[in-house]
């Protein structure tokens, strides 16, 4: 570790950055975010000083961690917490680096500023024709998002980096002060000691000197096998408010004068509002407010369930240009014209754009010249899907001399803020973005209608804030959908018996176009691929295995608000590819487990995963019956977010009733930094994806959605739901994703165990026997 | 309209119209947030206090029918230091996102206040509320080390 000093700052921030960007610890480091990028994020992190609490004495490090006497270390955390543990698990990166007392650490919510900008999140998602847009939207805001699975990879890098060169700058400071090398000193739970003298101090007394610094040129980062806390799983910091009643989230926030706001939209999913009638022909008494939006309505007032209760009384006429009548039967006809290749008669639905979005061989020649008999072909299709988070949709807004505050549960507090900006009309720095916890993402809080709405009611409060609450129906009747996706996938057998070609062609929207263009229609100009389409398809980890394998996507448009659901397009092209790989193993006769294992056979770490649930669920044991009914168990595999996931399902069928009995899963994240939490992430994942399975459909008769609440878009229950194990797999590969990837195995694996029940195999979600 | 009842050990009057449900009194009119909002027809639980020691879901319980009742809500365990089966939820680390955990939890206590042991089954057929993380896991762990917990004399 090389010693800092006191050189001015600007002549050592070149080397420092090459210095410490590449020093890695066990694992590879800058897998996951480009080196470029890392090396220019952590120069800005040193250019940006978290602003610190002068009355608590706090010094600041740098953008990631400040520290104050008493050896508190506060992290900055630029990520959102919707229950998948980023605060924790950020602070544990720090923590690790500083040798920190865990209970001394204080995650909390990082300030806009470019430098915490997920980069990991744009490159993952972009593929190169789409970089351009991509590109554009993160470069105009500086995107501060969470999504993607991609938190701790992003923040793998620089977080380490920067406690490391805090480190360094404390023990600096020790170091002079008892006239020892710096070299000799240790850290254990925040206090520095020199082992052959015997002095001790905690690193707190140091902070304010060090905090002055010039940082050093190099850091070295700790090794693997000098983790203490990475690897185990510290109490999460956020458990005893959120067993107590104390979190906050968007919905809790009071302020002084605080007025509430009921919204309702008009009943088709997608159009404009054209006019307002007071069924008594005026507004009830206590609506202080009527505020009028593209395709919504809202009364303000001081109390939300008065508000709510008013809003009984009007009837909203919608209409115009974008509201285009579509209903589920109608598209069901139109997926399958799409499906079979023919573009006339779709309407209301455009000529779709057809993509090739892998290729290998001469898959569609193979399958056209394979005997009937020797083919498999199969159809399946999934429904629009709402995300249904626990707490329903709301912002708090005040604007007020020339300055807008926003309270938001949210997934990108970047886009709150220019949204804010734009709409008060006034300077991004003029904004503050207050993100408390979220109750419950799953891309739902990256949508920014109620942020808009909110905005909206805050202009016309005389500087009143405002919040604005939706009923769970409106949550229901208008979340930006999971699309509706059909696929065909057909395979044909080649003179050895075995899959000599492999089709897939799916039909289905660009849910990340529908996004950008409900973000700001200017910027979904022409039609990019979108890689989501058929992310698990294009790169199904059997492609390796067929000499001929093509996916094909034809893009339809639809009017219907879309946008990211957990796992995204995983949800779905997981659930088609490995029903069909079972679907094939049936028809070679084959053990579904056993075939999966023959075709990954150039695929060790798959291999690995899937032999890893096979032997923790005892593949070969058979179950336990049960009287009056069938008993089964499945099997699929699936990669997502750089995540490998194997799960094994076993259900009971008694009649019409599906009874899920076991999940094992098998993870493979590369390391596993927080194993109770990878474990806590799996099964919830897991649980998503069966409601899913078993519940979970969006319908909609002339663009109205049918659904309205829990009582008919339910959810997985704790009677429902099965009994989880997980096992974790460490194979030391670049760290992957966990939030979602234990989602897209779980609904094949389902399938696959309903079908070796009882012989029915179920092509379409919700599962119906 | 009046209200008079008793929230957290405290007498509260309430001026609410009479068929305001106790969740958005609690909410809005007794700064007592602990308790949320999440389907408004009681299917989902997150609005779960105790009326008279019993789990009751607020969001369609008008104030009229809580007048001279004890109503105990997060906020008010709490207060008395944790309960056992918060003991057990934060041991077990149940909460994710953490919307569901205040009405799971006024479920499960006043579950294991009447019945100190109960099955499995019982405790399927009791805690009907929903958790869109899917925390069903942890919570079954929780649930049992709750009930040892109360064995060991915890409140
Ligand atoms: S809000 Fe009362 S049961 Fe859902
Ligand atoms: S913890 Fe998120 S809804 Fe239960």
């Known amino acids: 570790m090389n010693a800092p000093s006191k050189k001015p700052k600007s002549s050592f921030r070149r080397k420092f950055l090459i210095g410490t ?196 040129a190099n850091v070295s980062l700790k090794s693997q096998s000098e983790w203490k806390l990475l690897g185990t799983s510290p109490p999460r910091t956020d458990v005893v408010e959120k067993s107590t009643g104390n979190a906050q989230f968007g919905i809790d926030v009071r302020l002084d004068g605080m007025l509430y706001a009921a919204v309702k939209h008009i009943d088709l999913v997608q159009g404009e509002l054209q006019a307002v009638r007071w069924k008594s022909g005026a507004a009830p008494k206590g609506v202080l407010h009527e505020v009028r939006g593209s395709d919504w309505f809202a009364v303000i007032g001081a109390s939300y369930w008065s508000m709510q209760q008013a809003l009984k009384d009007v009837e909203l006429v919608g209409g115009g240009a974008t509201a285009v009548m579509l209903s589920s039967s109608r598209l069901a006809e139109v997926y399958e014209r799409v499906l079979d290749g023919q573009d006339g008669d779709l309407s209301p639905i455009a000529k779709p754009l057809r993509r090739t979005f892998a290729e290998k061989g001469n898959t569609l020649r193979m399958i056209a010249g394979t005997d009937v008999a020797k083919r498999v072909e199969a159809k399946y299709s999934v429904p629009f899907l709402a995300h249904a988070t626990m707490e329903p949709m709301n912002c708090t807004a005040r604007i007020r001399d020339g300055k807008v505050d926003v309270w938001v549960g949210n997934q990108a507090p970047t886009i709150v803020q220019w949204l804010a900006a734009s709409a008060a009309n006034v300077s991004g720095d003029n904004v503050t973005v207050h993100t408390p916890y979220l109750g419950g993402g799953f891309g739902r809080r990256s949508d920014m209608e109620v942020v808009r709405q909110a905005l909206a009611c805050a202009k016309v409060t005389g500087g009143k804030p405002v919040q604005v609450i939706w009923s769970r129906e409106e949550d ?112 070679l006769n084959k053990d579904p487990y056993l075939f999966r294992l023959e075709l990954l056979k150039d695929e060790p770490r798959f291999a690995k995963v899937l032999n890893a649930a096979a032997s923790a669920a005892k593949w070969n044991t058979p179950l336990s019956p049960i009287a009056g009914g069938k008993v089964g168990r499945g099997i699929a595999v699936a990669e997502s977010f750089k995540s490998i996931v194997a799960q094994v399902v076993d259900v009971e069928v008694i009649g019409k009733q599906i009874k899920l009995r076991r999940v094992v899963s098998a993870v493979d994240c590369g390391f596993a930094l927080d194993p109770e939490n990878v474990k806590a992430q799996i099964s919830s994942a897991a649980i998503f994806g069966l409601t899913a399975a078993l519940k979970g459909k969006i319908t909609l008769k002339e663009s109205q959605v049918e659904q309205n609440n829990f009582n008919d878009y339910g959810l997985l229950s704790l009677a429902e739901a099965p009994e989880f194990e997980t096992v974790i797999v460490n194979s030391g590969d670049a760290l992957g994703g966990i939030g979602e990837v234990g989602l897209p195995p779980v609904a094949p694996a389902l399938a696959n165990a309903i079908f070796a029940a009882t012989r029915k195999r179920l092509r379409e979600m919700p599962f119906v026997m | 309209m009046a209200i008079s009842l008793t929230v957290n050990g405290s007498p509260l009057t309430l001026n609410v119209p009479g068929e305001k449900p106790l969740l958005w009194a609690l909410r809005e009119d007794a700064n007592l947030v602990g308790t949320k909002f999440g389907c408004g027809i009681a299917m989902c639980g997150a609005c779960t206090v105790h009326v008279n020691g019993e789990a009751t879901r607020t969001c369609v319980l008008p104030c009229s029918a809580v007048a001279g009742k004890e109503v105990t809500t997060i906020e008010g365990i709490t207060a008395k230091g944790l309960n056992a089966v918060q003991q057990a939820w934060i041991e077990m680390q149940v909460p994710q996102c953490g919307y569901c955990q205040s009405g799971f939890i006024m479920a499960v206590t006043a579950l294991l206040d009447k019945n100190a042991n109960p099955s499995d089954a019982e405790v399927e057929a009791a805690i009907t509320n929903l958790c869109r993380c899917g925390t069903y896991p942890a919570m079954r762990k929780a649930i049992r080390r709750a009930i040892e917990l109360m064995k060991g004399g915890a409140k």
């Open chain 1, 476 to 587: 229901v009747k208008h979340d930006a959908y999971r699309p509706a996706v059909t696929c065909k996938m057909s395979a044909a057998f080649d003179e050895k018996g075995g899959v000599g070609a492999w089709y897939h062609a799916i039909v289905g929207p660009s849910v990340t176009k529908a996004f950008i263009k409900r973000l700001n229609p200017m910027l979904a100009g022409d039609d990019p691929p979108d890689k989501t389409n058929c992310e698990g398809a294009a790169e199904a980890p059997y492609r390796s295995a067929f000499a001929n394998f093509q996916v094909d996507h034809a893009q339809v448009d639809l009017p219907i608000p879309m946008g990211y659901w957990r796992s995204v397009g995983h949800s779905f092209n997981a659930f088609f590819v490995e029903s069909f790989v079972d679907e094939i193993a049936n028809a």
């Open chain 1, 21 to 216: 960007a590449w020093v890695g610890g066990g694992l590879a480091v800058a897998a996951s975010v480009g080196g470029a990028l890392a090396w220019r994020r952590v120069s800005n992190a040193q250019k940006f000083m978290l602003p610190v609490d002068h009355a608590k004495g706090e010094s600041s490090f740098n953008a990631w961690l400040k520290i104050a006497p008493d050896s508190t270390v506060t992290v900055a955390v630029p990520r959102q917490d919707m229950g998948q543990g980023i605060y924790t698990m950020l602070a544990m990166l720090v923590a690790e680096e500083l040798d920190a007392d865990w209970t001394k650490v204080k995650p909390e919510q990082a300030p806009l500023n470019p430098v915490y900008g997920n980069m990991t999140a744009l490159v993952d998602g972009a593929p190169p024709a789409m970089k351009s847009m991509v590109g554009m939207v993160s470069k105009v805001l500086g995107l501060q998002a969470t999504g993607g699975s991609t938190s701790t990879r992003d923040g793998w890098m620089p977080m380490r980096v920067a406690a490391a060169s805090a480190r360094a700058m404390l023990l600096a400071v020790a170091a002079q002060k008892w006239s020892v090398p710096a070299s000799e000193l240790t850290i254990e739970k925040s206090i520095v000691m020199h082992k052959k003298t015997g002095k001790r101090a905690p690193f707190g007394e140091f902070a304010k000197e060090a905090a002055a610094l010039t940082p050093p």
